[in-house]
């Protein structure tokens, strides 16, 4: 799959799977959920977020990344995962309430299998705080 057609799927995911109306009586225009990126970028920083927007964390493919799991009150996985990962993504949490939370990863060197591999260890804190 190439970058682009990755992009294209996760679009379409935020477009098609995010969707909803309002209840009976409420204003019927479709909501659909904004996605906020986290990156290198991001690095011992702050991303605002609402409730109900997509986090994308997205640190790039120079390391191999390990995430740890969200905090599951503010950030928390989708309850269902309609949609590819668009390379260089590590995963995509949804904001759930108000508050904030702590994206941590530990990346390493990306080495080829049964070849000499470098230890080491890059850190990576970003601070999320989701408002209303």
Not at 77 to 82: A, E, F, Y
């Amino acid at each position: 799959m190439t970058h682009r057609f990755g992009a294209l799927l996760f679009g379409a995911a935020l477009v098609a799977g995010c969707g909803s109306l309002a209840g009976s009586g409420g204003d019927p225009s479709p909501t659909v959920a904004r996605s906020v990126t986290v990156t290198m970028a991001n690095d011992r920083g702050t991303v605002t977020a609402h409730v109900g927007d997509l986090v994308q964390i997205a640190l790039g493919e120079q390391f191999s990344w390990q995430l740890d799991p969200p905090d599951g009150v503010v950030l928390a996985r989708p309850t269902t995962q309609s949609y590819l990962l668009v390379r260089g993504t590590q995963a995509i949490w949804v904001a759930k309430s108000v508050g904030t939370s702590t994206v941590k990863a530990t990346g390493g060197a990306v080495c080829p299998s049964g070849q000499p591999c470098p230890q080491f260890a890059v850190l990576f804190t970003a601070t999320v705080n989701v408002v209303q």
